[in-house]
Each structure stands twice: as C-alpha cells, then as structure tokens.
C-alpha cells in the first residue's frame, strides 16, 4: 500500500455518503457540515419519528456538545440526574446506585432528557435538503472510482466515502458481508443470526399532572428501575422536563417467547405491534405518586406514536445507553479523521478507516462487556443475583474506579475550537484528536 500523506494539501474533498438518519449518523453529518466535507444522508423511513425513552448524557458528551453549539438548550431541554433509585414490585426501595460528582471529576453534570429532544436539537442543525427520507438501500458497490448506492426507489447516488449508520439490521453491512462471504473473508460468527435475549417497550408520556406525578416537580431526574420479584420483567422510569415521564419494560426471554418475539427481527419500530405488550404490564407497580401508580397511568398518557416495541440484539445492543455513546463517539473519530484526508484515493480512505478501526475498537468491546453487566442487574436468575449484590454493597473506592473510568472518555472534534477541560479526572488519550491536531497544525 503507499504511504499515506498526511501533509499534503487536500486536492479534493470526499464526498460522503451517510445511510441512516438516527443519532450516529445526523451526529456525522453535523460535523462534516462544520469541517465543510460534501454529503447527504439517507434514511429508510418516509418520516422521522419521536420514538425511543431517555438518555443519560454526562460528561462524556458535554465538551462535542459545546464545540457544535447545543450545550445551552440541551441543558434547558433537561434534568440533572445524580442516581438510579432500585425499587421492588412493592414499591419499596431497594439500594440506590450513586452516579457520583461527575461535574467534579469529569466537569461537566450529567443530565437526562427524552431520546427525541435531543434528536430534534440536533437535527436542526443539518440542512433539510441534505437529509433524504426514504431512502432504504438494497445493495452497494464499490470499485476504483468510488462507491455507488442503490436504493428502493430505484434510484442510485455515487459518493467516495460510504457511511453505514442504519442499525443492526443494516443494509449497508448486509450488501458488505455479501461480498466479504464471496471472498472467504467473512467470520463464522458473522454469519450468524443476531442473538437477543431481551424486547424492549419503550414510551415517552405528554404532559402529566404534576398533582398526581408530584416527582415531575423537583428540578433534578427521579430516574427508577423496579425489579420484579416473579416475573421475566423489569421496568424504568424518567421524570423528564415539561412534565413528561419517559418509562421502558425490558421482557427476558426464555426459547419460547424468543420465538414468540422473532417475526419483530426485521421489523422498525410501531406502534401497533405494542397493544398485546401494553396490555401485558400496564398492572405493573411504579414508585411515587399516592402509592397506587401503575404503569398503565403512564401507558393511558402517552401517544400510541410515542410507543415502541424493540429488540435488544446482544451483540450490537449494549444496555445503559452504551450503544448511543459509542454512536456518538465514533462519529467523532470517523470526522476527524475525514477532516485530513488529502485526496479521495482509496489508499489514504483504507488508512484512515484503519486509524478509526484501531482506536474505536477497544471501546466498542468495553462497551458491549459492560453493557452486559449492566443488563445483568435487572435480568433474572443466579448470576443476576449474585451481580446485584455486588452492586448493592460494591465498596466506594471501587464505585470511585468505575466512574472515573467512565468520565474518562470525553472526545473532542479537532477542527473546532477545543473546550477547556475542568474534570480532576484527566481526559482519555484520544488518537484521533492528537493525530490529526498534529496534521492541521503542521500543514
């Protein structure tokens, strides 16, 4: 392969092709826009949907927050959140899992906010006619001259750059492991099904009465999670701003109801498949209020749109919000990187993609461990038991340890003005910001 060139000039700047509109790729899209790198988006479905519950953002986001403009309504759009109060079915508390001063140590407070608030910030801050509505890909080809998309409709779009960011059903993969299989390239486990174990019902409510739901009315999120003591459930609540509560219920599955479950496998998300699952819990028990509240409070007060039944694929599905984090730490990586390239030759793509692939990947394997033993914390059986009492009564320097670890990891994008860290906890050394630092400031 010849050698890459970082300190040439760029003769021509890639054209990017980004498949899918969630939260990795409109994140992409954002910061080529800034770094001023030709793209468009293409995503599957005809509207964008306010589907999904809350997130948990901390310091992790804060400072990519800041560089591209949202930080201050992202913070009036949402709660600070210091715990995660475990409850059980009787509405008794159980422990409570402490998030820690992460504005000491990682400088920035953690908050929570609706899944589709933060879409809906950062959507605005893309073009509309750079977003293509659907668009699902059926194949792709790549050759000498670039990469070529073939969509539904019949139509095909040319780029230099191919972007896969459409899920774990994703077409751009699915077209990829076509050929790598051709090739004898593609590993045994990737030809395997997606395992999962676990269905997700997810909501977000309108406005609730604040006289019933006296939780909405304190400045900071009542985040709660209720264990049940006999059942294959576990359920969640947010109080959120503007008197709303986003609530999911995760389902573990056993070999029939995984069964029962598979005709959702290459299904989006809709409303209509959560009626059987609604009904189902709605008797289920939620902390707070008068002491009678039950999921079907919130159920009654959410919009059927704002309803959803998901899949939990293990392997590309990391609980605690740990798939969202990775989405928008990669696109950061994945930017600065396009940022330097010097030509759009296929040599100087592969060593980038290269670079991005060495670093993203130790977190992505982090990622998916500990998302599942954060699972493991509201599954069933021994090991779960076992997992949360180790929770319960895990020592404070060891609760110190992991959220150190965690508010380590705060990217920044190199071609926008950097912000100052204040965390007593330094940041993680980031490869693609001290790498292509290097490189704009030499050129």
């Not at 890459?4 to 954002?30: C, E, N, S, Y």
């Not at 600070?80 to 402490?98: A, G, K, L, N, V």
């Not at 990682?106 to 006619?129: D, N, T």
């Not at 990829?176 to 977000?204: A, I, N, T, W």
Request: aromatic share 8%.
């Amino acid at each position: 392969m010849p050698p890459f060139h970082p300190l040439i000039q760029p003769t021509g700047r890639p054209k990017v092709l980004i498949v899918g509109a969630g939260l990795a790729g409109i994140t992409l899209a954002i910061l080529l826009e800034k770094a001023g790198v030709p793209y468009d988006v293409y995503e599957r479905a005809t509207e964008v949907k306010p589907l999904g519950a809350a997130l948990y953002i901390g310091p992790n986001m804060a400072p990519l927050f800041h560089q591209i403009g949202i930080y201050d309504e992202f913070v009036s759009r949402a709660k600070s959140c210091h715990s995660i109060d475990i409850f059980d079915e009787q509405r008794q508390p159980s422990f409570t899992i402490e998030l820690g001063d992460t504005k000491e140590i990682g400088g920035f407070v953690g908050y929570v906010l609706p899944r589709s608030s933060l879409y809906e910030i950062l959507l605005k801050q893309v073009p509309s006619e750079r977003v293509h509505m659907g668009k699902k890909v059926l194949s792709t080809l790549q050759n000498e001259n670039g990469v070529m998309i073939r969509c539904s409709d019949g139509s095909t779009v040319e780029g230099d750059i191919l972007v896969g960011a459409d899920g774990a059903y994703s077409g751009v993969r699915q077209s990829l492991f076509q050929r790598l299989k051709k090739d004898g390239h593609l590993p045994g486990s990737d030809m395997e099904c997606l395992p999962y174990s676990c269905v997700r019902l997810v909501g977000h409510s309108d406005q609730l009465d604040p006289a019933k739901f006296p939780e909405m009315k304190d400045q900071a999120c009542h985040f709660t999670h209720t264990l049940a003591d006999d059942k294959p459930y576990s359920w969640l609540t947010w109080t959120t701003a503007d008197d709303r509560i986003c609530w999911g219920v995760n389902q573990y599955l056993d070999k029939k109801s995984i069964k029962d479950n598979d005709t959702f496998r290459n299904t989006e998300w809709r409303a209509e498949m959560t009626e059987a699952m609604c009904k189902e819990v709605r008797g289920f028990s939620i902390p707070g209020g008068d002491g009678t509240l039950t999921l079907g409070d919130l159920i009654d007060n959410t919009p059927k749109k704002n309803i959803s039944k998901v899949m939990l694929e293990e392997k590309v599905n990391p609980a605690g919000a740990q798939g969202a984090l990775l989405a928008f730490h990669d696109a950061i990586a994945l930017a600065n990187w396009i940022n330097i390239l010097p030509s759009t030759s296929i040599e100087d793509a592969e060593m980038i993609f290269k670079e991005y692939r060495d670093e993203r990947m130790p977190y992505a394997k982090g990622a998916n461990t500990q998302g599942h033993t954060m699972a493991q914390v509201s599954a069933t059986g021994i090991k779960a038991s076992i997992i949360r009492y180790f929770v319960k009564n895990i020592p404070a320097f060891v609760q110190r340890s992991f959220q150190t670890k965690n508010v380590a990891t705060r990217p920044q994008v190199s071609f926008l003005p950097l912000v100052e860290d204040k965390g007593t906890v330094k940041p993680a050394h980031q490869p693609s910001l001290h790498k292509t630092l290097e490189i704009l400031q030499k050129r």
